[in-house]
């Protein structure tokens, strides 16, 4: 019984990371909504993260497409999971490699990857 409701628990906490990721709000602001404290948050975002199953479903999804829009006016549009817009000019070219650099680096960084862009 203990198994069954840690496994329901641990489900539950993986909804509410991609609720999260969808989700318009502040950490803070997510969790009063969900009605958690965010010390419940950052503690099962780390103990989900650390379990195998996390690590492999990040490598698969680090693998996976990511779109990117290019907006008519001449500018690449990259929408981040806390509703943050960067809007980088394609008639920059530096600057655009600049930010995939930066944002591939970052990304694989957070996997734990060492792996070149």
């Not at 909504?33 to 999804?61: D, M, T």
């Not at 943050?84 to 008639?91: D, F, G, I, N």
Request: charged share 25%; hydrophobic share 40%.
């Amino acid at each position: 019984m203990v198994r069954s409701m840690s496994d329901r628990k641990a489900q539950e906490w993986r909804q509410r990371l991609v609720r999260v990721e969808n989700s318009r709000h502040t950490i803070n602001g997510f969790c009063r909504q969900e009605g958690v404290s965010p010390q419940s948050f950052y503690l099962w975002r780390k103990r989900l993260a650390q379990s195998p199953v996390a690590k492999q479903a990040a490598v698969q999804s680090a693998d996976a497409f990511r779109p990117v829009r290019v907006l008519p006016a001449g500018g690449v549009s990259v929408q981040l999971p806390g509703g943050t817009q960067l809007v980088v000019p394609t008639s920059d070219a530096e600057s655009l490699r600049l930010v995939i650099e930066s944002l591939a680096r970052i990304d694989a960084e957070r996997l734990g990857d060492s792996r070149p862009c």
